[in-house]
T-cell receptor, first 113, second 111 residues
Framework: EPEVTQTPSHQVTQMGQEVILRCVPISNHLYFYWYRQILGQKVEFLVSFYNNEISEKSEIFDDQFSVERPDGSNFTLKIRSTKLEDSAMYFC???????????FGAGSRLTVL | AQRVTQPEKLLSVFKGAPVELKCNYSYSGSPELFWYVQYSRQRLQLLLRHISRESIKGFTADLNKGETSFHLKKPFAQEEDSAMYYCALSGQETSGSRLTFGEGTQLTVNP
């Protein structure tokens, strides 16, 4: 069964550093998402992406965050200057056109020291 | 605004007992409701959605618009049902299928 692949599975970084989290969505999916889950809290929507542009973003997704689809397969989330409160599990998800069901990746755990 | 509430963070039952995981939502339009499950060390995966009206792994959930609820039920819980369960809502008026999740309920089924 096709999967959404995320790398790295765990990244530790110093506060103020830039971080890029990578995702390879399922190949015939056209809609891409990032969610995050701070330890002990709910899964929160960050951003959705379609046709090479952001279609929706939450209030969490401020100027520190950016997304990109640099080639035909990768979908990346960049945090420009990490803060302690960015420590969380970040989930990538994708879906097909016409289907309202998201397929999630296993997540990337980000620890900011 | 859309909101999903799961009042129980932890739920513990014995094998063979009925289980009900509660979910209430708030949304002014026509919502689509989902249950996602996360087994230990695995990824979030779809368990069921209200428009399918099907039973998956013995679980069912009925959308009650009057009570704005979408409770997940199983008549006889099994040990392998132990997992984290998330109720989620997608508003049809929201572009991009943005999902709003509840806080999650950790279900433990004891032998």
């Amino acid at each position: 069964e096709p999967e959404v692949t995320q790398t790295p599975s765990h990244q530790v970084t110093q506060m103020g550093q830039e971080v890029i989290l990578r995702c390879v969505p399922i190949s015939n999916h056209l809609y891409f998402y990032w969610y995050r889950q701070i330890l002990g809290q709910k899964v929160e929507f960050l951003v959705s992406f379609y046709n090479n542009e952001i279609s929706e973003k939450s209030e969490i997704f401020d100027d520190q965050f950016s997304v990109e689809r640099p080639d035909g397969s990768n979908f990346t989330l960049k945090i420009r200057s990490t803060k302690l409160e960015d420590s969380a599990m970040y989930f990538c998800a994708s879906r097909m056109r016409g289907a309202n069901v998201l397929t999630f990746g296993a997540g990337s755990r980000l620890t900011v020291l | 605004a859309q909101r999903v509430t799961q009042p129980e963070k932890l739920l513990s039952v014995f094998k063979g007992a009925p289980v009900e995981l509660k979910c209430n939502y708030s949304y002014s339009g026509s919502p689509e409701l989902f249950w996602y499950v996360q087994y230990s060390r695995q990824r979030l995966q779809l368990l069921l959605r209200h428009i399918s009206r099907e039973s998956i792994k013995g679980f069912t959930a009925d959308l009650n618009k009057g009570e704005t609820s979408f409770h997940l039920k199983k008549p006889f819980a099994q040990e392998e049902d132990s997992a984290m369960y998330y109720c989620a809502l997608s508003g049809q008026e929201t572009s991009g299928s943005r999902l709003t999740f509840g806080e999650g309920t950790q279900l433990t089924v004891n032998p």
